[in-house]
């Protein structure tokens, strides 16, 4: 298969690296992935800046290409100018941690694999449930598992997209593979209030916690020592909603 | 009502300044908005930097709070430090040009509503159709219809999220309202490339095109003359593709 391989941690990022290595031996990858980290952007895209385009070598050799934008827009550029519309899945990942619940919406990994589905390509993104110390070796040796059977059995549905986290287990303590539906119960967030060294009060945001209890959820059954699977779609309409609002009658 | 404004244009922006002083007789109305212009920023949220706030006066007056970060950044940090959890709506607007179709995906206008629905707060979000000689006029006063509209009939629904476009047309020529789903029709677009006086290759992504043809969707109802009103989700999940791929055996 012609893949193209993108991600939010930048062409640098081990996950990605991890995942060319498990790939390029039986598919031809071509990569194009943002020059550095651009997690948490969302499905952001760059309209109101030029993009530029550096050739990235691995040791002394062509690797892929960088990016100074998101991963939307590295999937946009890749297909529209660098490497053609002759692609058989746009792959994302390996995310250095989860993409699960609300933070799906956040998650500029899997906005990538929707980009694809948007442009007409299958899209997958793949992400360890670990950001401290990850290793990529299983999950890498999973995803090469899972084009591998997707080449195979699904890939010419070009809408598929499909959103995949790997608990960081040992393989032999993974319970199986899961298909479940993304949670959407709220995080507990909070912001950290700090003064700099000038006297000037700044914010982080952080301490996120899910409150999702439903085991047939991304959030629980991943947290459970499974292998998610979530097929994700990118209409936003919502269907119930819009027939009851229908006879709302304003006068303006 | 107390009312969060916000947008994704900017605090100085028109058109949330139209739609400010629109509002602001019979509502309580708070602002906390980018510091400048983040369009298209989708659903980002900032965790690798601090966020920084600044208080923002109109004239003498203290006006709003200018935060260095997302329309999605400045909800949560508006609900969880500035402004508090006593919020009766989630406005965001007037965003200058549409927001329908993919394009939904990529808006921070749309994103900041949906954050208010993520949070447990009906969401709204307003876009005229018109990007170079935005006049927000009869955009600001159908605003405030429809926030009294909603406020009398459907706002105890913090689960509502609209997405509101109004054509840029005098208030006569306006076809009346719209109740219709997000088109998910791929866009076309290109890149222009162009090399710097430095001889450097650089690009802008421009040139997007609708082709959706279907007259139930926000695109085609905008254009055809009609203020579209379509309810939004923010569940990705698709369960259709869920049912189908429950059965697959991938063995690893």
């Known amino acids: 298969m012609r893949i193209l391989l993108t991600n939010d941690d930048g062409i640098f990022a081990e996950g990605l690296c991890a995942l060319y290595d498990a790939l390029c031996q039986d598919h031809e990858v071509f990569v194009v992935a943002p020059e550095a980290e651009r997690s948490a952007v969302g499905h952001a895209i760059t309209l109101s800046d030029p993009l530029r385009v550096k050739r990235v070598k691995r040791g002394n050799v062509f690797f892929g290409y960088a990016v100074n934008g998101t991963p939307a827009d590295c999937v946009k550029i890749a297909i529209h100018e660098l490497i053609g519309p002759e692609i058989d899945?746009?792959?994302?990942?390996?995310?250095?941690?989860a993409n699960?619940?609300?933070?799906?919406l956040y998650s500029?990994?899997?906005?990538?694999?929707?980009?694809?589905?948007?442009l007409g390509y299958p899209g997958l993104a793949i992400s360890l449930d670990e950001y401290k110390e990850p290793d990529y070796c299983f999950a890498a040796y999973f995803a090469s598992i899972l084009v591998d059977f997707l080449a195979q059995n699904f890939l010419k549905n070009p809408k598929i997209c499909l959103n995949v986290n790997i608990p960081f287990l040992p393989a032999n303590k993974i319970k199986?593979?899961?298909f479940v539906r993304q949670s959407t119960a709220p995080l507990i967030e909070r912001f950290e209030r700090r003064v700099d060294p000038h006297g000037n009060v700044y914010y982080w945001q952080c301490g996120e916690r899910f409150t999702e209890q439903d085991p047939d959820t991304d959030v629980v059954a991943l947290k459970r020592g499974y292998i998610t699977i979530t097929p994700l779609q990118h209409n936003l309409s919502d269907p119930e909603l819009l027939s009851k609002i229908a006879s709302w009658q304003i006068e303006f």
């Open 89 to 97: 899945l746009v792959l994302s990942g390996i995310n250095r941690g």
């Open 108 to 118: 500029g990994t899997v906005s990538a694999a929707t980009e694809g589905v948007i």
């Open 100 to 104: 699960v619940g609300i933070n799906v």
């Open 176 to 178: 199986g593979i899961k």
